[in-house]
Structures are given as structure tokens and as C-alpha cells.
């Protein structure tokens, strides 16, 4: 009879002991996953502070590139005028208009390729400017024959560029080039009006308008000349 009851208070002190492990391991688990979504939060918070400091250094930029962009080659030559009044006010538009649309022109770019965008579309403005005074003679012969070579068209052609402000800045290079008007774009497809074949041929055939300005924006789908010639230069500094 005592050994009976030995052995159930044996076995009772067992469970009582498994009971009170189980609850420990329980509680060290609980207190371990706490501390894991703990240190998950902090990592999160952490990332959240590096991502909108990150994403405030880009508003900046984009900022400062647009209103650069707004103010040095458009308002000043534009207006003509350099006294305080006029440049005050400059200031203001510019700053205004590159507030509110700073992130059409640059969207996520880092400092090195804003550099690199913003000195590649000045250079890529005497190229336009060539081209326009290229198109222009070609509509002053067309005018002037005697015949009047003009078969106005409207031509549609599919477009690699990707970003907003590359199929803007091309569709407004193709409206200043005399001879052709940027009717519309829609799901990455152009609609243009050509005053004849031969304007009409140069966009759907050749391409170099819409290849610069993709180099001008660093449009992934595009290899330009330019690009190789850059890489090599890397290369061999590297080297």
C-alpha cells in the first residue's frame, strides 16, 4: 500500500515537473518571438528612416535639377531681363512650377545619374536644334517646288522609350522638327502627322531622334553609340 502510493506521488511529481518545463519553453518561446518581432520592428524602423531620408534626397534633387532646368536656359535667356525685380520673380515661377512638377522630370534618379542626364540633354539640344534647321529647308524645297511634293500622312509607329519624360521630350522633339506634329501617344504608340514620304520614312525607319533621346534619359532597352563609347572609357580607367 505505501509503495503504491509512493509510486503516484512519484509519478504525479513527474508530471507536475513536465508541466512546469512545458510551461517554461512556452514562455522562453514566447519571450524569444517577442524578441524576434521585436528586432524585426527595429530593423523595419530603421529601413523606413534610411528609405525616406533616401527618398527625400531624391525629392531634393529633382527639385533643384527642375528648377536649375526651369530657370538657366528658358526664364533668363527668355525674359531678357537682369535686375532683381525680374530675377526675384524668376525665382518664385521657377520654384513654384519645379515644386509642383519636380517629380514628371526626375522620378528616383541618384545624384551620379542626374549628372549624367542633365549633360547629356544639353548636349543633346544642339543635336535638335541641327535637326530643325535640317527639317526646315527640307519643308522650304517642298513649299517652293513647283511641284509641291506634299503627301500629307498620319503614321503610327511603336516606341522602346519607357519613363514619362523621355516620351514627352521625344514626341516634343518630333512637333518642333517642321514637317511633322505629335498628334498623340497611346500605350507606348505614336501618332504622327508627316508632311510627306520622306519625313514619314526618317521616323518610322530611322530612329536616331528616338535613340538619343532614350541616351539622353538612360533608358535600359536602348544601346546607344554613346553608351559603348562611355563603358569603354570606364573600362579602361579601370584597367
Not at 84 to 109: E, K, M, Q, R, T
Request: with cysteine; hydrophobic share 50%; aromatic share 12%.
Amino acid at each position: 500500500m505505501e509503495v503504491t502510493v509512493l509510486i503516484q506521488a512519484t509519478d504525479e511529481a513527474f508530471k507536475i515537473i513536465d508541466e512546469a518545463r512545458n510551461r517554461a519553453l512556452d514562455v522562453l518561446n514566447t519571450s524569444v518571438k517577442f524578441t524576434a518581432e521585436a528586432k524585426l520592428l527595429e530593423e523595419r524602423k530603421i529601413q523606413s528612416i534610411f528609405k525616406g531620408a533616401e527618398r527625400t534626397k531624391s525629392e531634393v534633387l529633382s527639385f533643384l535639377a527642375t528648377f536649375a532646368l526651369l530657370f538657366f536656359p528658358f526664364w533668363m535667356p527668355l525674359s531678357g531681363y537682369f535686375d532683381v525685380f525680374h530675377l526675384s520673380i524668376g525665382v518664385g515661377c521657377c520654384a513654384l512650377v519645379a515644386y509642383i512638377s519636380h517629380d514628371l522630370l526626375f522620378v528616383n534618379v541618384r545624384l551620379g545619374d542626374m549628372r549624367t542626364i542633365v549633360k547629356r540633354f544639353f548636349a543633346y539640344i544642339p543635336w535638335l536644334i541641327y535637326q530643325i534647321y535640317l527639317a526646315n529647308i527640307h519643308v522650304l524645297k517642298i513649299v517652293l517646288g513647283p511641284k509641291m511634293p506634299i503627301n500629307p500622312q498620319i503614321i503610327r509607329f511603336k516606341t522602346k522609350l519607357q519613363t514619362d519624360i523621355s516620351l514627352v521630350t521625344f514626341a516634343n522633339s518630333i512637333t518642333l522638327t517642321p514637317g511633322t506634329i505629335t498628334i498623340d501617344i497611346k500605350d507606348g504608340e505614336y501618332y504622327v502627322h508627316a508632311i510627306d514620304e520622306a519625313v514619314a520614312y526618317d521616323l518610322l525607319y530611322g530612329g536616331e531622334m528616338e535613340d538619343r533621346v532614350a541616351h539622353v534619359f538612360m533608358e535600359a532597352e536602348h544601346v546607344y553609340v554613346q553608351d559603348v563609347l562611355d563603358v569603354a572609357r570606364i573600362y579602361g580607367a579601370l584597367r
